[in-house]
């Protein structure tokens, strides 16, 4: 029996592999144009870290300190001789103005939507202005630690030092804060990290995440100054206090903070101890 062959014309066969190269360079081209295109969960995991069992967020990397957002807000940061403190930085100057008030709240929502966070404690007192429209914008319930003997049902912290000198702890509600919340701490400014370290103790007492401590205004100076400057060092506070686990976000560092107010002839640092 004999067999049959079929032949085709050698330009078929030349225009089949002219076909196929042009597929496969297609398809290395949409690979390269959009790496990701089926990896959308991968990318997601890859913003994610697991810990005993819990996906949670990475600390974002939006808004890095001293960027543009944070050169316009400086310049409604002015500092004054205040408590005998040469740069004393008043958030007043912002608070005047709506505008910037309202970039500075969009810029702190933005930012923990992304991270992820269950309750916002504000601390006494300026952490009572900021925090109020941030946890609003975020659909949060916000959290007031105040100074001992203001609020019912409530626990201490230890006393703790400032750049100001000695203070007695903070108190938050015991039934505000409960086991696995992650928390975020506001304060208008952070230096030497008493006000902030006593806060985070009193999330740790009652069994809460402390996810950031976010303020407006770091001064960097604090964070760990050389022994012979004799300033206090943040980051050995948080040693000791077992809270070096707990990262601390400021917008602003004193950089770029150098509006100097313009002082009436009669200017007096009447500031007081508080």
């Known amino acids: 029996m004999s067999s049959t062959r079929v032949s085709f014309p050698s330009s078929w066969f030349f225009l089949l592999l002219l076909l196929l190269r042009i597929f496969v360079l297609s398809s290395a081209a ?32 939006k808004y890095a300190q001293d960027g543009p957002e944070a050169k316009e807000i400086a310049q409604y940061l002015p500092y004054f001789p205040f408590k005998g403190i040469p740069r ?24 923990y939507a992304e991270i992820g966070i269950d309750v916002i404690v504000g601390l006494d007192a300026r ?43 903070l108190t938050v509600q015991k039934d505000k804060i409960k086991e696995g919340d992650r928390v975020l701490i506001i304060d208008d400014l952070v230096a030497t990290g008493g006000t902030l370290s006593s806060a985070i103790s009193l999330v ?35 040693q000791q206090l077992g809270h070096d686990d707990v990262p601390v976000w400021g917008l602003v560092s004193e950089d770029i903070l150098t509006n100097e107010a313009k002082l009436p002839e009669n200017y007096v640092d009447d500031g007081e101890e508080h």
């Open 127 to 169: 952490g009572f202005i900021l925090g109020p429209p941030i946890a609003l914008g975020l659909k949060k319930p916000f959290v007031m630690a105040r100074k001992k003997g203001k609020m019912p049902n409530s626990i201490s912290s230890d006393n703790y030092d400032t750049e100001y000198g000695s203070r007695s702890g």
């Open 204 to 238: 740790k007492m009652l069994k809460g995440k402390v996810v950031e401590c976010a303020c407006v205004v770091e001064l960097k100076m604090f964070i760990d100054p050389a022994e012979a400057s004799g300033l206090p060092s943040r980051t050995k506070l948080f």
């Open 30 to 61: 949409e690979e390269e144009l959009c790496p990701n295109h089926n990896n959308d969960n991968d990318n997601d995991n890859h913003n994610k870290i697991m810990t005993t069992g819990v996906v949670v967020n990475h600390v974002s990397t």
């Open 88 to 111: 004393f930085y008043d958030i007043g100057g912002f608070l005047y103005e709506p505008a910037i008030f309202q970039k500075i709240v969009d810029i702190f929502v933005d930012r």
